[in-house]
């Protein structure tokens, strides 16, 4: 089955601790993307990558790291500098050509000890 | 500004009684608008791509049409399981595959 996968579900946040999540696609898409969802308010991208080892900031990457070294996987690193990271994270995926729709992955939701 | 507004908030229908949500957008130019339902604590599902205006697109019992400055996605015959939050997006030209969400609608249909 082709899709798009997020890891963990669920996970804790120390106060100055840098947290990673994992998103990977077997789609075969180029472009990945990060979300972030709070309540009340649409989906605002973090970051966004359309070719390996390329990536841009989205309207609210302050305090988010990615990387991009294989075409499957774009994990977010959540920074301590990010102070208010609790939050729906959502990973997305499409092509670059033609109908660009986006695909999104189940979501990590991340909460803060 | 580019912007995207979806209204209502929040709708409450009985099974059986269709109704429309609204999409509206304020874009410099438009590449494709975007409808997806969300289930809470899941992630997006993608419904319909819609690229200009005067054009539908259906999917059992929704159907999405498109105007120049709106959307709408109308619902005939609710039933309990079409119960979830609808977003809208756009994507505008020139602006690769970046897309500007709407707030969405929570839809709430009882048996």
């Known amino acids: 089955d082709g899709g798009i996968t997020q890891s963990p579900k669920y996970l804790f946040r120390k106060e100055g601790q840098n947290v990673t999540l994992s998103c990977e696609q077997n789609?075969?898409?180029?472009?990945m993307y990060w979300y972030r969802q709070d309540p009340g308010q649409g989906l605002r991208l973090i970051y966004y990558?359309?070719?390996?080892?390329?990536?841009q900031k989205g309207d609210i990457a302050e305090g988010y790291s990615v990387s991009r070294e294989k075409k499957e996987s774009f994990p977010l690193t959540v920074t301590s500098a990010q102070k208010n990271p609790t939050a729906f994270y959502l990973c997305?995926?499409?092509?670059?050509?033609?109908?660009?729709?986006?695909?999104f992955g189940p979501g990590t939701r991340l909460l803060v000890l | 500004e580019d912007q995207v507004t979806q209204s209502p908030e929040a709708l409450r229908l009985q099974e059986g009684e269709s109704s429309s949500l609204n999409c509206s957008y304020t874009?410099?130019?438009?590449?494709?608008l975007f409808w997806y339902r969300q289930d809470p604590g899941k992630g997006p599902e993608f419904l319909f791509t819609?690229?200009?205006a005067g054009e539908e697109k259906e999917k059992e019992r929704l159907k999405a049409t498109l105007t120049k400055k709106e959307s709408f996605l109308h619902i005939t015959a609710p039933k309990p399981e079409d119960s979830a939050t609808y977003l809208c997006?756009?994507?505008?030209?020139?602006?690769?595959?970046?897309?500007?969400f709407g707030q969405g609608t929570t839809l709430q249909v009882k048996p």
């Open positions: 874009v410099s130019g438009l590449r494709g």
């Open positions: 819609l690229y200009s």
């Open positions: 997006a756009v994507q505008i030209i020139g602006n690769t595959g970046k897309l500007i």
């Open positions: 997305a995926s499409s092509t670059t050509s033609g109908v660009e729709t986006q695909y």
């Open positions: 789609l075969n898409h180029d472009a």
């Open positions: 990558s359309q070719i390996v080892n390329d990536f």
